[in-house]
């Protein structure tokens, strides 16, 4: 019963480059959400997908950030000419339904380190 | 604009006695509230509730106190076992503006638990 998978766990790219983050929900959970944590900070959504579709994007960033779910494979969350300020962990989670009561089930996230 | 503040980054309590972690917030909508937990290299996991009908529920060890005059909200663990030093984060959702469950969290409390 395998939880939600973030791959990779650590990622280092220099200024510019892009990155490629990857989330395998939880079996037969259809909802994904991202997230962010600075350094001393909370997390903070960034966006909210069902299977091909972006339902609420309101904590992206309006640049270089984008996230899809496909119908197929993982949901990949993609940033374009990393800048040292994108350096967090990122998390993905899961959840069955889009109800306020359905828990979210987080992965263990992605540390994007950006020389 | 943090919504949901945990104003102490650490606390250190000894084993057996009782862990309070704080919570305020300043949104007023806030109507769901939850506490998640969180090891090292490891994502969230979910581990109480409360919806702002209720000002109290309990859970094993875990107690989740609301007080929405106040918009205050704690987490009582009682009695703190060793394998509770994690952070704890709160979060808060409203659920007329966000019905899907969107949550803003808290920076997290470190929570220290010794022998």
């Known amino acids: 019963n395998a939880g939600v998978m973030q791959n990779p766990r650590h990622l280092v790219r220099r200024r510019g480059q892009e990155a490629r983050l990857r989330c395998s929900p939880m079996?037969?959970?259809?909802?994904v959400y991202w997230y962010r944590q600075l350094p001393e900070e909370g997390l903070k959504f960034m966006v909210y997908l069902q299977k091909e579709n972006i339902i609420d994007e309101s904590g992206m960033p309006k640049e270089r950030f984008s996230a899809e779910f496909p119908k197929e494979g993982p949901s990949i969350l993609r940033i374009q000419q990393v800048v040292r300020g994108d350096s967090a962990a990122y998390f993905c989670?899961?959840?069955?339904?889009?109800?306020?009561?359905?828990?979210?089930?987080f992965g263990p996230g992605t540390r994007l380190t950006v020389l | 604009d943090q919504q949901v503040k945990q104003n102490s980054p650490s606390l250190s309590v000894q084993e057996g006695r009782i862990s309070i972690l704080n919570c305020d917030y300043t949104n007023s909508m806030f109507d769901y509230f939850l506490w998640y937990k969180k090891y090292p290299a490891e994502g969230p996991t979910f581990l109480i509730s409360?919806?702002?009908?209720?000002d109290k529920n309990e859970d094993g060890r875990f107690t989740v106190f609301l007080n929405k005059s106040a918009k205050h909200l704690s987490l009582h663990i009682v009695p703190s076992q060793p394998g509770d030093s994690a952070v704890y984060f709160c979060?808060?959702?409203?659920?007329?503006?966000?019905?899907?469950?969107?949550?803003?969290f808290g920076a997290g409390t470190q929570v220290v638990v010794t022998p």
């Open positions: 989670a899961s959840s069955g339904t889009s109800g306020i009561s359905d828990t979210q089930y």
């Open positions: 979060a808060a959702s409203d659920r007329a503006t966000d019905s899907w469950g969107k949550f803003q």
């Open positions: 079996k037969g959970h259809s909802h």
């Open positions: 409360i919806s702002s009908i209720k």
